[in-house]
């Protein structure tokens, strides 16, 4: 598996392409995710259009303050209900430069490039269409693998369910700075839409919360009670200790809910102390989070217990 799986959620929104002083573009959009965008006529879009958005890049930017709106390369992404595809419809320019390549990529469009297939339009602008396997409708549960899948240590997992997010530890990559690395790209960690119902920790070590510090704290950080302890206790002593202002404590096998999300933590055997899996249920779906585990250790009897009665029809990340 790589960082960044395609199952982020996919965009839709109003782009242009402005040229930089060198010989590239930069990419300047309006965007929504798809599932927070309401259904109208069979077709989700953004109520945003071009020539009233156009003040604000020009606020942002005042060097662009004398051109006009429709001067550089422009399109819009929509998603048709009828066969479950995103339409990109562009002026040509985007196509010829193979930048509507930056917008699939940047939106999570590109899963099916197969599909991917131009028409030219009679008005002159082109179109492009992304069909989808999945689905774009609020009943799919969609995980970003942010970071942690190719090194050991500085995990961070995003699941999305109905327009609302959890995120699955916030580690610290072993060879990391704190003050030099930035928390992963999640909408609500950035901008406080209140998506994000809360952060799940597993255990106390820092290559799974060593970001933590960096989060606002507001959000609710959900941790074992031990874990709690040990992490307050600790933190006027060691060098960056933290433990969280918003917590709330879960318990082995006692399922809690954080938005349409259920989760139950299960105690599981590792070096670090009170450490848990969660077993994760939304929209009918089940993933299995094992954090850290051993079968070795002092608490074995707690792997061959999970070994015993895994949790069913799960996938396992
Ligand atoms: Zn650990």
Not at 52 to 67: I, P
Request: net charge positive; proline share 5%; glycine share 10%.
């Amino acid at each position: 598996m790589r960082d960044k799986t395609s199952f982020s959620a996919p965009r839709l929104g109003i782009i242009w392409f402005v040229p930089t002083t060198g010989k590239g573009y930069r990419f300047t959009s309006l965007a929504n995710d798809c599932e927070r965008v309401s259904v109208i006529g069979g077709f989700k879009t953004v109520d945003e259009g071009h020539v009233d958005t156009w003040s604000k890049v020009v606020a942002a930017d005042r060097r662009l303050s004398r051109y006009d709106y429709e001067y550089f390369p422009r399109g819009r992404v929509n998603w048709r209900q009828e066969d479950n595809a995103f339409l990109l419809l562009a002026d040509p320019r985007i196509f010829d430069l193979k930048l509507h390549n930056v917008v699939a990529q940047r939106w999570h469009l590109e899963r099916n490039r197969a599909f991917a297939h131009r028409h030219t339009l009679r008005n002159k602008h082109a179109s492009i269409t992304f069909r989808q396997r999945g689905t774009c409708m609020s009943d799919g549960l969609h995980i970003c693998i942010h970071r942690g899948t190719n090194q050991i240590g500085g995990s961070c997992v995003e699941m999305q369910y109905a327009g609302k997010r959890i995120v699955v530890v916030l580690g610290l990559p072993l060879d990391a700075e704190l003050e030099a690395t930035e928390l992963p790209d999640i909408p609500s960690v950035h901008n406080n839409d209140g998506s994000l119902m809360g952060l799940l920790l597993s255990h106390g070590h820092r290559d799974h919360w060593g970001l933590l510090p960096k989060l606002p704290s507001t959000i609710n950080v959900c941790l074992g009670r031990k874990t709690l302890s040990i992490m307050a206790a600790a933190a006027p002593f060691i060098p960056g200790g933290y433990a969280p202002v918003n917590s709330v404590t879960y318990e082995d096998g006692k399922p809690f809910e954080l938005g349409p999300f259920t989760i139950t933590p299960r105690l599981m055997d590792h070096s670090g102390f009170d450490a848990y899996g969660f077993l994760i249920e939304a929209g009918g779906k089940r993933v299995y989070y094992s954090g850290d585990i051993r079968g070795h250790g002092r608490k074995a009897a707690l792997f061959e217990r999970f070994v015993k009665s895994p949790p069913a029809r799960s996938m396992f990340c």
